[in-house]
């Protein structure tokens, strides 16, 4: 399985990004998918996660009600829509299928990561 993020970048404090992460071949509309984030210094940190068909969200509690995950399989990408965004929020944010159809803790596959820097 090939991932690749992107639409991360440069924003100021209380803008809004939409990172998108796209999967290969069609190879993971079955499985969960996953947004994870590392900040210098920092270990990795579950941000989101959204089970296969879309019917179920988790949120980790840095993002919870400033975020949402969604999916779109046709297009085998999946898109975390971030809102009020603050400078603890800049990392580099990384997608990742789960080998399972929901839930973040077997991770298959992990994307290259996308940088969001959110200035003051």
């Known amino acids: 399985v090939q991932l690749q993020a992107s639409g991360g970048g440069p924003v100021q404090a209380g803008g809004s990004l939409r990172p998108s992460c796209a999967c290969s071949?069609?190879?993971?509309?079955?499985?969960?998918m996953n947004w994870f984030r590392q900040a210098p210094g920092k270990e990795r940190e579950f941000v989101a996660s959204i089970s296969w068909n879309g019917g179920s969200t988790y949120y980790g509690d840095s993002v919870k009600g400033r975020s949402a995950i969604s999916r779109d399989n046709a297009k085998d990408t999946v898109y975390l829509q971030m809102n009020s965004l603050k400078p603890e929020d800049t990392a580099v944010y990384y997608c990742?299928?789960?080998?399972?159809?929901?839930?973040?803790?077997?991770?298959?596959?992990w994307g290259q990561g996308t940088q969001v820097t959110v200035s003051s």
């Open positions: 071949k069609r190879t993971c509309s079955n499985n969960a």
């Open positions: 990742a299928v789960n080998r399972k159809a929901t839930g973040w803790g077997l991770i298959g596959s």
